[in-house]
T-cell receptor, first 111, second 112 residues
Framework: QQQVKQSPQSLIVQKGGISIINCAYE??????FPWYQQFPGKGPALLIA?????SEKKEGRFTISFNKSAKQFSLHIMDSQPGDSATYFC??????????FGQGTELSVKP | NAGVTQTPKFQVLKTGQSMTLQCAQD?????MYWYRQDPGMGLRLIYY???????DKGEVPNGYNVSRLNKREFSLRLESAAPSQTSVYFC???????????FGSGTRLTVV
């Protein structure tokens, strides 16, 4: 049963543009909403995360927004750079603390 | 540097051979995890250990066994490797539920 649905699967953005990746979830018991960034040949790394008591969190060029009623959270990358080219995963943990990974979004930022 | 260390980085096995993937973390995390990553399928949980002395099955445990040797180390064993186990394996650790994970750099395993 797919509990997390991520979109789009791939995204091409021009340098300086805004990248937006969405994650829809089914399990209302999720209590922590992280995004992970993975470069080729590397393990995923925590990029930014939000807890459901706030609707938005910003860290530098990265913003995560949370819509509890829509059961959706999104990653926005402002002023996208070629170095942001990577695969991004949403991965909320279930009640047992195990991450439920989305399918991933492959972002390519063109110079 | 603090983090999660996985060995080996690359391995080629013949069908039916066995091997153990090693993982160690130095962040004093309670929980440790083994994931596999296949193209187009994201990461899938194989086994996890919520704390020292406990292990539980994840989404895809068949063909694998694990050992939580101590708080630092969590190993994954393939008793009789099959081509379907060709994948990239990641170990991760965390303080517990609702905390970020720290991942290792992965083991790329090919079973021929």
């Amino acid at each position: 049963q797919q509990q997390v649905k991520q979109s789009p699967q791939s995204l091409i953005v021009q340098k300086g543009g805004i990248s937006i990746i969405n994650c829809a979830y089914e399990n209302t018991a999720f209590d922590y909403f992280p995004w992970y960034q993975q470069f080729p040949g590397k393990g995923p790394a925590l990029l930014i995360a939000i807890r459901p008591d706030v609707s938005e969190k910003k860290e530098g060029r990265f913003t995560i927004s949370f819509n509890k009623s829509a059961k959706q959270f999104s990653l926005h990358i402002m002023d996208s750079q070629p170095g942001d080219s990577a695969t991004y995963f949403c991965a909320p943990p279930n009640q047992g603390g195990k991450l439920i990974f989305g399918q991933g979004t492959e972002l390519s930022v063109k110079p | 540097n603090a983090g999660v260390t996985q060995t080996p980085k690359f391995q080629v096995l013949k069908t039916g051979q066995s091997m153990t993937l090693q993982c160690a973390q130095d962040m004093n995390h309670n929980s440790m995890y083994w994931y596999r990553q296949d193209p187009g399928m994201g990461l899938r949980l194989i086994y996890y250990s919520a704390s020292e002395g406990t292990t539980d099955k994840g989404e895809v445990p068949n063909g694998y066994n694990v050992s939580r040797l101590n708080k630092r180390e969590f190993s994954l064993r393939l008793e009789s490797a099959a081509p379907s186990q060709t994948s990239v394996y990641f170990c991760a650790s965390s303080e517990g539920p609702n905390y970020g994970y720290t991942f290792g750099s992965g083991t790329r395993l090919t079973v021929v």
